[in-house]
């Protein structure tokens, strides 16, 4: 009976493949927040990471492609975060709320992922094309409703949305660059009715 010539995969290979990704991904992240993406190399990330440089190209073209990943894994949670607390049961207090402390909890679980998300939104929106469920598109949509309902104000649901918005991002800004200390948890609370008054503002 002829031997089988297919080559046998070591266990143990697969397994570190399986262990280099997270090890790259954190290594990426803080040399981009810290050095940039510009400046930072594919050689810099794998020695951070403790892999080699052929280690990254098996699981990202590039550190572009791997930057944009990053990226677009928090954008994409925070969109489907902000989904299901808008979309709850209970009074627009309590919903605002509830996204605020959705957004503050992601934020305190993984500062590092959260801060590059904030840093590079000017990067790399341009490359999430406007869609239903990105997480500016919910917030405008849910203020519309809102308006058109007479829950609050009538006015520019896209002006609203940013200056909504605008509460917490500048705050976790402010967190980045060690202006604001503590959890950003500890805030939800103030977030909250400071957004609130953005709403009702005329």
Known sequence: MPRSTAPVQDPAKKQRARNARPKIE????????????DAATTREIAEQAGVSEGALYRHYKGKDELALALFMETHNRLGKMMMEALAAEGTLEEKIGAAVSAYCQLADEDFLLFSFHLVSLNRYLPYDKRREDD???ITERIIAGLMAEGTIPKGD??????????????????????????????????????????????
Request: net charge positive.
């Open 135 to 137: 997480p500016v598109s």
């Open 157 to 202: 649901p896209a002006l609203k949305a940013a200056m909504a918005l605008g509460v917490i991002m500048q705050a976790g800004q402010n967190k980045i660059y060690n202006r604001l200390p503590g959890p950003l948890s500890q805030h939800a609370s103030a977030f909250t009715k400071a957004i609130i008054a953005v709403l009702h503002s005329g």
């Open 26 to 37: 954190r290594a990426a992240l803080k040399l981009f927040i810290h050095e940039g993406v």
